[in-house]
């Protein structure tokens, strides 16, 4: 499972390129969001056609394809910037000092090769529907109102290379925590125990009834 976690930062190379990135992935994981909005509105109009006007909204599956890479690839660097991905708390959250770091170190780098073929892979799916040549610099198009394929095929490299950055980073800061031997090392997520998150969840639970009796 996945646990609460906080990043630290400090005026090192390591945390300014982990906020320079983390402004990127902010910025995506905001484009998925107004994807899965704009896939509300889409249905909205295309139901409401179909009940007042008997006009669903023409391509509707068309859209739905063309947004579902916004809203599954855009946001995983986010989600892995912020510790927020499924993971398996049962040994890790065992080890302590050196050993965690090599654990996660470890654990990045085989996420990191696995990234890179995907993205090298994913690419060349792109680079098959690309052509400068064809009408809408396409060779395939979606079945119903002939949409072009090729920008969704791109954003799947796209949001796959942002991740692989930012396994980059993170790989770094482990290697770094494990040659010093930090404790709370910056630019990686900092897993809390159950009591910790429970304990921040409670307070800012508290905060918000104070609040609102004031």
């Known amino acids: 499972m996945s646990a609460p976690s906080n990043i630290l930062q400090d005026d090192t190379l390591l945390s300014r390129l982990d906020r320079r990135l983390f402004w990127l992935e902010t910025k995506l994981a905001l484009l998925g969001g107004l994807a899965v909005f704009s896939l509300m509105i889409l249905a909205v109009v295309s139901v409401g056609g179909r009940n007042f006007a008997n006009a669903p909204l023409p391509g509707y599956v068309d ?3 063309q947004t579902m890479p916004l809203i599954a690839f855009i946001g995983v660097a986010y989600t892995q910037r912020l510790g927020g991905h499924i993971r398996m708390d049962i040994l890790i959250g065992r080890l302590r000092g050196r050993a965690l770091w090599m654990v996660e170190l470890i654990s990045t780098l085989v996420m ?3 990234m890179l073929l995907l993205v090298w892979g994913t690419f ?4 098959r529907a690309f052509d400068l040549a064809a009408p809408l610099w396409s060779r395939d198009s979606s079945m ?3 949409l072009p394929l090729w920008p969704t095929k791109l954003l799947v490299p796209v949001g796959f290379s942002v991740l692989a ?3 980059m980073l993170q790989a770094w800061g482990f290697s770094r925590a494990f040659a010093t031997g930090a404790t709370r090392p910056v630019a990686v997520p900092l897993y ?3 009591a910790t998150a429970a304990a921040k969840e409670a307070a800012t639970v508290s905060g918000f009834e104070d609040k609102e009796a004031s």
């Open 63 to 65: 859209w739905i394809e």
């Open 112 to 114: 990191l090769a696995l």
């Open 124 to 127: 060349s799916h792109f680079l």
């Open 144 to 146: 119903d109102i002939g």
């Open 165 to 167: 950055l930012r396994l």
């Open 192 to 194: 809390e125990d159950a």
